[in-house]
Nanobody, 125 residues
């Protein structure tokens, strides 16, 4: 129904920055929330950031708070994740996801309905 495509990943040295983009196509739902998750090899998928439909409310994992910023442009069906002061422990595949419900804590991956294919972020020390 809905397709999500992430882009913007790559290799960067510690302390650098990247901006990830998530483009949504197909049917989308008004009032949906959007989130970013990441998964490193051998680890479970973890919450990174989320944003409500209006964009006025954002949420972050403690590990990225103050360094990452999530934003969205509903007119363009785009969600972004600006990542600054990257650390080697940020290395992971990053996924964007949409939650049709649009409310709640937005920290649990099982609450999301649509997922992208992921984009690799590698931070070297």
């Amino acid at each position: 129904q809905v397709q999500l495509v992430e882009s913007g990943g790559g290799l960067v040295q510690a302390g650098g920055s990247l901006r990830l983009s998530c483009a949504a196509s197909g049917r989308t739902f008004k009032n949906y929330a959007a989130g970013w998750f990441r998964q490193a090899p051998g680890k479970e998928r973890e919450f990174v950031a989320a944003i409500r439909w209006t964009g006025a409310n954002t949420y972050y994992a403690d590990s990225v708070k103050g360094r990452f910023a999530i934003s969205r442009d509903n007119a363009k069906n785009m969600v972004y994740l600006q990542m600054n002061r990257l650390k080697p422990e940020d290395t992971a595949v990053y996924y964007c996801a949409l939650d049709r419900q649009g409310w709640g804590t937005l920290e649990h991956d099982y609450q999301y309905d649509y997922w992208g294919q992921g984009t690799q972020v590698t931070v070297s020390s």
